[in-house]
C-alpha cells in the first residue's frame, strides 16, 4: 500500500469520526476517497470503484479559496473543472477558455481551512525556525591502504654477483643498517685496493698526487655506498674482504624480492621493494551529497575495528577531482600515523569528520518538512482562524534531525512540526497544490492519478 492511498485511508477514518459538516454548513460535495476527482452533488456509490462516496467538509478547495493560493489559469465556463495555464480552447466542447486571475494578496501553494468541529479533531504542534550555526558529523567505513607515497625500490649502485641473501622473502621487517645481501664485486675490490695503496704511499711521501688518487677512490666507494667505516677498517687490516655487505638505508616492510643468490647485477638493477609502514592511507567513499563538504587538510577521527576504543586523528590529504558514475561517490584519503607499527593495510576502520555547515542559517525540524518528490514544503499558520498555508521552501544539508533553509522562510516563523501530513493529505485530495514555473503559470502536483 502506497504512501497516497494512506493518506486518503486516513481521511476516510476523519470522516467516519464524526467529522463531517451538515450539508448546510459546508455547502460541499460527494467524493471519492480513492479518486478524489469524482465530485457528485449527492452521495452514493463511486462510478469508477462502487465505494461509498464522503462527504467533502474541509474548505481547501473550495471554488471561492482557491484564489487565496492560484496564479493566473484558464477555465471553462461550461466545463470548471477544465483548467489550463496558457490561452486556447476547452478540450470537452472546445469553446474559448476564459482567464481567472486571484487575489494579489494570495501567498503559499496551498491552504487548508478546518471548521470548529474539525479543529476539535486536529491539534498540531507549531515549532518556530530557528537562526542558528549547524553542524554535521559525517561518518564513513574505509579501508586501511599502503601509501604509495612512500613505496620505494632498492636498487645497485655497482655491478657484481649476489652471493647470499640475508632478506629472502616477502614481508620481512627491515630496520635502517640492517644487511640485506652480500655481493662479489670487482668494482668494490679494485676501487677499495685503489685508496688502500694510495693512503699507505701519501702518508709516506706527502705527494699531492697520491692524496688526489686517494681522494678519487673513497668517492667512488661512497657513490656506490660504502661507508667510510668501511674503508677505513680494510685500510686498517690492509685487504679487501671478496664479499661485501650491502645495508639498508631505511625502515619499511619488503614487498618484493627481486633477485636471488647467485644473481649478477650491474649498476641500476632493481633489488628490493619496500614500503614505509610509519604512515598509511585511509580510503574512504563519500557520498555525492556530501562531496562539498570535503575539504583538504580537514583533521577527521579514526576508530580502527581490530583496536576499538582507540581513536587517532588524520589529516586529508587527498580529494578526487572525480565522480565514480556508478557508485556516485568520490574517494578521500587521509594519512595516519603508525610508528607503533600496529595498523595493518586491509583492515577497516571508520572516520569521522565533523564540518561546520553554515555559520548562521534559518533551521527547522526535518518532520517539519513534507517532500512531495519535487518540491519540499512547511505549513504555516494562515491569517484566518483554523487555516493553514503550504510554503515552498529550498533545503540544504540535513544534521542531527534539523534542516538548513536556504530560502522559503524567515527565522522566528512558526511551522507546523506535527500534524503536517494530515495536513498534506488533505491538499492532495482536493486539488493539490500549486507551483510556480518559470513562465507566468502555475503547475499542480496533486498526488493522484484520477482528476
Known amino acids: 500500500m502506497n504512501r497516497q492511498m494512506i493518506l486518503r485511508l486516513l481521511f476516510c477514518v476523519l470522516l467516519s469520526a464524526g467529522t463531517t459538516l451538515s450539508a448546510s454548513d459546508s455547502g460541499g460535495h460527494y467524493t471519492c476517497a480513492m479518486h478524489p476527482g469524482v465530485k457528485e452533488p449527492e452521495g452514493g456509490k463511486c462510478p469508477i470503484c462502487n465505494m461509498n462516496l464522503a462527504k467533502s467538509n474541509m474548505s481547501s478547495v473550495k471554488e471561492s479559496d482557491v484564489a487565496d493560493f492560484l496564479e493566473d489559469y484558464y477555465t471553462c465556463s461550461m466545463h470548471p473543472g477544465v483548467k489550463e495555464f496558457e490561452e486556447g480552447k476547452c478540450p470537452i466542447c472546445n469553446m474559448n477558455l476564459t482567464r481567472v486571475s486571484p487575489s494579489a494578496a494570495s501567498e503559499g501553494v496551498g491552504s487548508v481551512t478546518l471548521s470548529n468541529s474539525q479543529s476539535a479533531h486536529f491539534s498540531p504542534s507549531f515549532i518556530k525556525a530557528e537562526s542558528r550555526s549547524l553542524t554535521k558529523t559525517l561518518s564513513y567505513l574505509g579501508r586501511v591502504r599502503q601509501s604509495r607515497d612512500s613505496d620505494s625500490i632498492i636498487a645497485a649502485r655497482f655491478g657484481g654477483r649476489i652471493e647470499r641473501l640475508h632478506i629472502?622473502?616477502?614481508?620481512?621487517?627491515?630496520?635502517?643498517?640492517?644487511?640485506?645481501?652480500?655481493?662479489?664485486?670487482?668494482?668494490?675490490?679494485?676501487?677499495?685496493?685503489?685508496?688502500?695503496?694510495?693512503?699507505?704511499?701519501?702518508?709516506?711521501?706527502?705527494?699531492?698526487?697520491?692524496?688526489?688518487?686517494?681522494?678519487?677512490?673513497?668517492?667512488?666507494?661512497?657513490?656506490?655506498?660504502?661507508?667510510?667505516?668501511?674503508?677505513?677498517?680494510?685500510?686498517?687490516?690492509?685487504?679487501?674482504?671478496?664479499?661485501?655487505?650491502?645495508?639498508?638505508?631505511?625502515?619499511?616492510?619488503?614487498?618484493?624480492?627481486?633477485?636471488?643468490?647467485?644473481?649478477?647485477?650491474?649498476?641500476?638493477?632493481?633489488?628490493?621493494?619496500?614500503?614505509?609502514?610509519?604512515?598509511?592511507?585511509?580510503?574512504?567513499?563519500?557520498?555525492?551529497?556530501?562531496?562539498?563538504?570535503?575539504?583538504?587538510?580537514?583533521?577527521?577521527?579514526?576508530?580502527?575495528?581490530?583496536?576499538?576504543?582507540?581513536?587517532?586523528?588524520?589529516?586529508?590529504?587527498?580529494?578526487?577531482?572525480?565522480?565514480?558514475?556508478?557508485?556516485?561517490?568520490?574517494?578521500?584519503?587521509?594519512?595516519?600515523?603508525?610508528?607503533?607499527?600496529?595498523?595493518?593495510?586491509?583492515?577497516?576502520?571508520?572516520?569521522?569528520?565533523?564540518?561546520?555547515?553554515?555559520?548562521?542559517?534559518?533551521?527547522?525540524?526535518?518532520?517539519?518538512?513534507?517532500?512531495?518528490?519535487g518540491h519540499k514544503l512547511v505549513w504555516t499558520r494562515g491569517v484566518k482562524k483554523n487555516s493553514f498555508v503550504a510554503k515552498e521552501i529550498f533545503t540544504g544539508h540535513e544534521a542531527d534531525g534539523l534542516v538548513i533553509v536556504k530560502a522559503g522562510l524567515d527565522a522566528g516563523v512558526e511551522v507546523v512540526s506535527d500534524g503536517n501530513f494530515l495536513l498534506d493529505a488533505q491538499t492532495k485530495l482536493f486539488g493539490g497544490y500549486k507551483f510556480p514555473k518559470t513562465g507566468d503559470s502555475a503547475s499542480d502536483e496533486s498526488g493522484h492519478s484520477c482528476h
Open 168 to 373: 629472502a622473502s616477502a614481508g620481512l621487517m627491515v630496520r635502517e643498517g640492517d644487511a640485506l645481501f652480500a655481493v662479489y664485486s670487482p668494482d668494490i675490490i679494485t676501487a677499495g685496493e685503489e685508496y688502500i695503496i694510495s693512503r699507505r704511499s701519501y702518508e709516506s711521501s706527502r705527494n699531492k698526487d697520491l692524496l688526489s688518487l686517494m681522494n678519487d677512490a673513497a668517492s667512488r666507494l661512497e657513490s656506490w655506498g660504502v661507508d667510510d667505516s668501511q674503508y677505513l677498517r680494510w685500510y686498517e687490516s690492509g685487504k679487501v674482504p671478496a664479499e661485501f655487505p650491502v645495508y639498508s638505508r631505511q625502515t619499511g616492510v619488503v614487498e618484493k624480492v627481486l633477485v636471488s643468490d647467485g644473481h649478477y647485477i650491474k649498476s641500476g638493477t632493481e633489488l628490493f621493494k619496500i614500503f614505509d609502514m610509519s604512515n598509511l592511507w585511509l580510503e574512504v567513499d563519500v557520498f555525492e551529497q556530501e562531496a562539498d563538504l570535503i575539504k583538504l587538510g580537514q583533521t577527521i577521527e579514526v576508530e580502527i575495528m581490530s583496536r576499538p576504543g582507540e581513536k587517532r586523528d588524520a589529516t586529508i590529504d587527498f580529494v578526487s577531482p572525480f565522480l565514480d558514475e556508478k557508485s556516485r561517490t568520490m574517494n578521500v584519503r587521509a594519512i595516519i600515523r603508525n610508528t607503533r607499527g600496529k595498523l595493518k593495510p586491509g583492515m577497516t576502520g571508520r572516520a569521522m569528520i565533523k564540518v561546520l555547515l553554515d555559520e548562521k542559517s534559518v533551521v527547522i525540524p526535518k518532520s517539519a518538512v513534507i517532500d512531495t518528490g
